[in-house]
C-alpha cells in the first residue's frame, strides 16, 4: 500500500504534523495488514501510482493547502487538527464522509489510529495476504455447508452469493475492499457454530477487518 502525505513542505506551516500523521497511518495499516505500507511526503511523490492520499490541513479553520491535482481518482482524506488534544477530522473531499474525533490525553492516538482504519478499509482496494487467507477458508466453508443443505431457503441464497462473490474477488488482480465489505456484512447472519476450525475465529476478525 503506497501512501502519500502531504501538503509539499512549502505549503505547510508545521512538517511535525505530517510526521505525527504518518505514524498514525503506519499503526492503522499494521492493523489491516501484514505488509508495511509505503509513505511517501508530496514532495518526494512524483505523480506515480498511489492507493490514498492523506492531505494535513494545520492552517486555520477551512483555509486547506490546495488539493493535489497528480492523482484524479485517487481516495483522499483531508486531516484536520483542533488543539493539542482536540478534534481530528477526516473528510473525503469528493463524498464528504466527515469523521471526528476528540482526543484526549486518556486513549491517545487509540481512536484517531481505528478512524483511519477504518476511513482505509472503505476507500482503499487490495487485501492483505492474510486477509486473503482468512476470505478464502471462511467463503469455502459457507458454501460447504449451504451445499450441505444445512442451511436453507432466502438465507442460504444471500450466503451462497455473499461467498461466491468473495471467491469472485480474490481471482481478480486487486480486490475492491467496498465489495468484499458487502459480502462480508452479508454473512452476519451465518450461524458461527457451522464453521468449523479456525474458520470460526476468521469471521469476527474479517467483519472487524472490513466494517462498513
Partial sequence: MRIVIGPRREEIKAAFFRDYVAGLVKEAVARISDVEPVLVFAEDAGADAVDAVLWVDVFAPSSVAPLPTEWPDTPTAIVEFEGQYGVLRLQH???M???QIVQDERDGDVRAIAEIRKWLTRHVDGVSQQE???LEVVAGLV???VDRGDVIGELAA?????AETIETQLRTPKPSRRVLSWAIG???QFPIGFLSGAAATYL???MNHFAR
Fill in 186 to 188: 452479508q454473512l452476519k
Fill in 93 to 95: 473531499p469528493l463524498e
Fill in 132 to 134: 486473503r487467507q482468512m
Fill in 143 to 145: 458454501i460447504a455447508t
Fill in 158 to 162: 444471500q450466503f451462497r452469493s455473499a
Fill in 204 to 206: 469476527p476478525i474479517l
Fill in 97 to 99: 464522509d466527515e469523521i
